[in-house]
């Protein structure tokens, strides 16, 4: 059997999340128009006869110094340096730019650990396209394999899985067969929570919003689970951009989250209790910060 971490990096919107989902199938990260939304380490496992590849899905790379990216930028290097394999996604409907050389140049420095580039975005893009991303990917990282696919149709994903397990070292499966993702209970239903949020509030506010499920209570006999989660916004003036007009934007953002909560739950009676605090200047918090990144 084979075995692989494979750590996913690329600029923000290259599509690693939906690459994770596809490949996963399964709903482990969050997806969203924004750039920037994944803000942890979240795993997806894909487990068959060839072995197990357990997937990080770094937060975007970004080069700007500020606190609150210099701390994505962290995660992204700690999780790269762990990892048995690197998978470098490109978005080649977009211009290479400084983002994309900071992020070959750093791969490029990389000797002990095999990275794997991938064109995605395959089914909209032009051949121009195509051929400048592979050469500037042959270029820069003139080792690396270059395959080019499709994450949100699916096209080209089981040639990205024979070469990924290609280069996987022979071990046991770090996972039982089943699971596909490690993550807490508290940790996905927030996460759905979040990306509802994130897809329901305005432009300006996905930065500033992080969920926090305080209270998951079962009660067996009666076959329910009830769910209190918070909506912490940085500014008293976005809590009504979350609640909107009369509650309708939280009414909607809860009866969205619970069709997919519903989902870890199939069996049970479930409530959902959804509130909106403010907890200003949460991103200048390294406690928090901490906790949410790790
Ligand atoms: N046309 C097309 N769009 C895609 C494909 N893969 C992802 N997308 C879209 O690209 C956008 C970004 O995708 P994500 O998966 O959130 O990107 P990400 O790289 O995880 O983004 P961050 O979390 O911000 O780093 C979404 O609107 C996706 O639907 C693809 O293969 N083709």
Redesign the pocket.
């Known amino acids: 059997m084979k075995c692989a971490t494979v750590t996913i990096i690329?600029r923000?919107?290259?599509?690693?999340?939906?690459l994770v989902n596809t490949i996963c199938e399964a709903k482990v990260s969050i997806?969203?128009?924004t750039?920037?939304?994944?803000r942890n380490a979240i795993k997806g496992i894909y487990t068959d006869s060839r072995g197990q590849l357990v997937f990080t899905?770094t937060?975007?790379y970004h080069t700007s110094d500020k606190q609150f990216n210099k701390r994505l930028q962290d995660v992204a290097l700690s999780a790269l340096e762990d990892s048995d394999i690197i998978l470098y996604?490109i978005d080649a409907s977009r211009q290479p730019g400084e983002e994309e050389e900071a992020i070959a140049g750093l791969l490029s420095k990389i000797t002990k650990t095999p990275v794997i580039c991938g064109i995605?975005?395959?089914?909209?893009l032009t051949e121009i396209q195509k051929e400048t991303a592979t050469s500037f990917l042959q270029k820069q990282l003139p080792a690396s394999p270059v395959l080019t696919f499709?994450?949100?149709?699916d096209t080209g994903i089981d040639e990205l899985l024979i070469t990924l397990f290609s280069h996987a070292p022979e071990s046991e499966p770090l996972y039982p067969e089943e699971t596909f993702t490690d993550q807490p209970l508290e940790f996905r239903i927030a996460e759905i929570i979040r990306e509802k949020a994130i897809r329901l509030s305005r432009e300006e506010l996905p930065h500033s919003i992080f969920v926090e499920v305080s209270d998951l209570e079962y009660n067996e006999e009666e076959s329910k689970v009830w769910v209190r989660a918070f909506i912490n916004v940085e500014r008293e003036s976005q809590k009504g951009m979350v609640v909107g007009k009369g509650g309708d934007n939280i009414k909607k953002i809860r009866k969205e989250s619970f069709k997919d909560i519903k989902k870890i739950f199939p069996d049970l009676q479930l409530t959902i209790d959804l509130r909106v605090k403010t907890q200003e200047k949460w991103r200048q918090d390294s406690g928090l910060l901490d906790k949410l990144l790790t």
């Open positions: 690329g923000p919107s290259a599509g690693k999340s939906t997806t969203a128009r750039p920037q939304t994944t899905d937060p975007g996604v995605n975005k395959a089914d909209i499709s994450a949100q149709e």
